[in-house]
């Protein structure tokens, strides 16, 4: 059979097993074991153990539970809350302040945590009703939350770009480089939006008279953040400054988060310390299972040379290379709407890359410009996990609201990506800065 016919059957009976409502590791072990056992006869389910474990003996692996430790420590205290508190004081004077506090507060929470959840749980408990109690219309509240939530996974220490890093085997230090300007550039057009969409609903039109803080009072909150950014310089210093590698940097990370959680937010109770530990292993084999049963599944697309034959077709296509990284921008968005972030990077990274390298982008380019389209299935239908994570926060909030709210979010990720592909430099500066350029 012609290995691109080939392909086509096999994409769709992955989206049928898929959407049958199997997780995702154990859809893709199914296709896998499928198509292996139909071309390859019995004697090739011998070798989906190997493989699959084989995937999972790679090092830099052990920074995916570090870092989910580190995320999940942060979690469980009031960081959320503190920061929020702590930007809420310094921007109450600004105009729209509060939204400005409550993005600001996602960005930094996000890159404590690299978690999009954990950042809309954290920050949507404090900044929700406090928005809503201010006057601003309940899009605007939710939206902007769901927003900043999606910064987890593009903002060091991103756990989706570990995943990158190890399916498409480029540098992890590279790839959180990588993400740094473009997260600013994201963060800066989100406020941007969001001050201009508070100003036209006029917002905090009800807003109780102006709340002022004192100097002390501003003082007084920034012992409890301080730690937490000391931690986030603390993590970049030993990764770029060569003191040691990302595992264990993530190692050392997750300690010094568990350490500031429980002597300034007094985590003492073992019970609390074991979810903290119970919920990011749980989380943490999930995305391993995912990795190996990803593993199996690109071991059948290479033995059937149907990676080969969709990379060599692609190659012999007289396309402007725009236009292609246009097609894959879109198959990107499509996959977001209804597979997790980890997934189709493990799923579609490693057939794309070769194909985006030979059309001449920048792999750690195309890996921020992949993120930011994995950001926006986040709060779009159907997946939408922001969406319901904000919904569950607020439940007399309709989804719809939240929907229609985070839609111009979307609209300012589209704005990036393009901005990305006039100024490549936005995501290649800084790793090229630092690190050096590429060889």
Known sequence: MDPLLLGGIVALVTVLILFSGVSVAVGLLIVAALFLVTFDGMRSLELMPEIFFGKLDNFALLSIPMFIIMGAAIASTRA??????????????????????????????????????????????????????????????????????????????????????????????????????????????????????????????????????TWKEKFEILPRVLPFIGIILGVLYALYGGVATPSETAAVGALMCLLVAIVIYRLWNPMDLWVVLRDSTRESVMILFIIGAAGVFSYMLSSLFITQSIAQYIGTLDVNPWVLMGAVNLFLLVAGFFLPPVAVILMAAPILLPIVTQAGFDPYWFAVVLTINMEIGLISPPVGLNLYVINGIAPDIKLKTILWGSLPYVGCMVVAILLLCIFPGLATWLPDMIMGPVL
Do not use: H, Q
Request: charged letters at 15%; aromatic letters at 8%.
């Open 80 to 213: 959320g809350a503190d920061l929020y508190e702590a930007l809420e004081r310094w921007l109450t004077r600004v105009p729209g302040g509060l939204v400005i506090s409550n993005l600001g507060a996602c960005a930094l929470f996000a890159a404590m945590s690299g978690s999009s959840p954990a950042t809309c749980a954290a920050i949507g408990k404090m900044g929700i009703p406090e928005m809503r109690r201010r006057g601003y219309p309940d899009g605007v509240a939710a939206g902007s939350i769901a927003a900043g939530g999606t910064l987890g996974i593009l903002f060091p220490p991103s756990v989706t770009m570990i995943v990158y890093g190890i399916a498409t085997e480029t540098s992890i230090g590279r790839l959180f480089l990588a993400g740094v300007v473009p997260g600013l550039l994201l963060v800066g057009l989100f406020m941007a939006w969001s001050l201009y969409d508070t100003w036209r609903k006029g917002g905090e039109s009800v807003v109780l008279a102006k709340i002022s803080y």
